[in-house]
T-cell receptor, first 109, second 112 residues
Framework: GQSLEQPSEVTAVEGAIVQINCTYQ??????LSWYQQHDGGAPTFLSY????GLEETGRFSSFLSRSDSYGYLLLQELQMKDSASYFC??????????FGSGTRLLVRP | SQTIHQWPATLVQPVGSPLSLECTVE??????LYWYRQAAGRGLQLLFY??????ISSEVPQNLSASRPQDRQFILSSKKLLLSDSGFYLC???????????FGAGSRLTVL
């Protein structure tokens, strides 16, 4: 079957760095993506990794290790507005994008 | 630029009533289209996806159905709603071989 595992909740202090891990098990693999969703809103795309290594986009970075079926999202210089749910998602060979259950990030002052 | 429209934004329906949610995409052609459902405080469950007109793949056995009558139109339907159908329904599209999903604003359904 297909599954993505990520922590349900993470708490961090404003200005700190937080890492959200994602492990996956899918029949095919065409990349790992990350999405952010604020309460009541729709998810928005953050980052994509098709190959192993680190991708950096401003304060956000994402890492992928295909041999370990593992990736993470790194958020630096945390701000209050970063409080949201973060989802990892994997595209398999048939154009399906499967999402993890989400990690709720709470940023405290 | 590409935009995605989804409606209605909110609806309250009695158990056993029909459902129709509509999604349209503008500014692109032949997109892959998706319907997801999200229960309160939970993750996104893939319901249906479509890679072309009339081509629908169903992921979860249920009382819902989807149709794609036009290239940029994706409709989610039910003949008889269940209480468990309550949730936040999200339409999304991706262009060709790209990997970025763009979501509509969502339709929040409450079945009473």
């Amino acid at each position: 079957g297909q599954s993505l595992e990520q922590p349900s909740e993470v708490t961090a202090v404003e200005g700190a760095i937080v890492q959200i891990n994602c492990t996956y098990q899918t029949s095919g693999f065409y990349g790992l993506s990350w999405y952010q969703q604020h309460d009541g809103g729709a998810p928005t795309f953050l980052s994509y990794n098709g190959l192993d290594g680190l991708e950096e986009t401003g304060r956000f970075s994402s890492f992928l290790s295909r041999s370990d079926s593992y990736g993470y999202l790194l958020l630096q210089e945390l701000q209050m507005k970063d409080s949201a749910s973060y989802f990892c998602a994997v595209r398999d060979s048939s154009y399906k994008l499967i999402f993890g259950s989400g990690t709720r990030l709470l940023v405290r002052p | 630029s590409q935009t995605i429209h989804q409606w209605p934004a909110t609806l309250v329906q009695p158990v056993g009533s029909p459902l129709s949610l509509e999604c349209t995409v503008e500014g692109t052609s032949n997109p892959n289209l998706y319907w997801y459902r999200q229960a309160a405080g939970r993750g996104l469950q893939l319901l249906f996806y479509s890679v072309g007109i009339g081509q629908i793949s169903s992921e979860v056995p249920q009382n819902l159905s989807a149709s794609r009558p036009q290239d940029r139109q994706f409709i989610l339907s039910s003949k008889k709603l269940l209480l468990s159908d309550s949730g936040f329904y999200l339409c999304a599209w991706v262009s060709g071989g790209a990997n970025v999903l763009t979501f509509g604003a969502g339709s929040r359904l409450t079945v009473l």
